[in-house]
């Protein structure tokens, strides 16, 4: 079994077929008995625990990244907020200041136009947004009403980075590009 740590919270795990079949599963039994799995699970878990000191675990999901012919590569995530040892470097967590709207961080207008028009695509085009301008970034400003945050959230970090500015500081000290309909209006024109 191999290990490989890919980020502060996800480690890789490539285990061969034939170490698979030392530890007793066979290929007819491997979808049968759900105890096999247990056990390997907890192997990984302790793994992981002695070679990169990991103290705790919260919530674990462990999903199959890739099956060949000669191995079983599985990705191992532990939640971050459960992680002593997580390191402070790295994407920080978003925590909004204002639990209704949303905003997301662009150093691209391209990007921004391109969320417009996932959002638009996916129906959410008429969520009220605005779009700002500040020190060489666009910062879109989107009120959450009646969708789901995580959902919402998901889209956004495909195109921006979420931030924890607060809108009050955009309104201050930005430059204000598009009131109350930016998305509507950056589809509408690009």
């Known amino acids: 079994m191999r290990l490989e740590r890919i980020s502060s919270n996800q480690i890789k795990y490539s285990i061969s077929f034939e170490e698979l079949t030392c530890k007793g599963f066979l ?32 919530a674990v999901s462990i999903d199959i990244y890739s099956l060949t012919s000669k191995e079983l590569v599985l990705i191992l995530t532990i939640d971050e907020d459960d992680m002593k040892d997580a390191p402070t470097e790295g994407k920080k967590k978003y925590h909004p200041a204002n639990d209704q709207i949303i905003i997301i961080a ?26 700002f301008y500040i020190k060489s970034y666009y910062y879109l400003t989107i009120t959450k009403t009646g969708i789901r945050s995580n959902t919402l959230y998901g889209i956004c970090e495909e195109y921006g980075n979420l931030v924890n500015t607060s809108i009050e500081y955009l309104e201050d000290y930005g430059k204000k590009i598009i009131n109350n309909n930016a998305i509507q209006t950056l589809h509408h024109y690009f």
Do not use: P, V
């Open 106 to 131: 662009f150093d691209d207008i391209e990007h921004c136009i391109l969320l417009a028009k996932s959002l638009s695509h996916r129906n959410l085009g008429e969520l009220q947004s605005s779009l």
């Open 27 to 58: 290929q007819e039994e491997m979808m049968k008995d759900t105890f096999i799995w247990d056990s390997l699970f907890d192997e990984m878990l302790d793994e992981a625990s002695r070679i990169y000191e990991l103290d705790t675990y919260g």
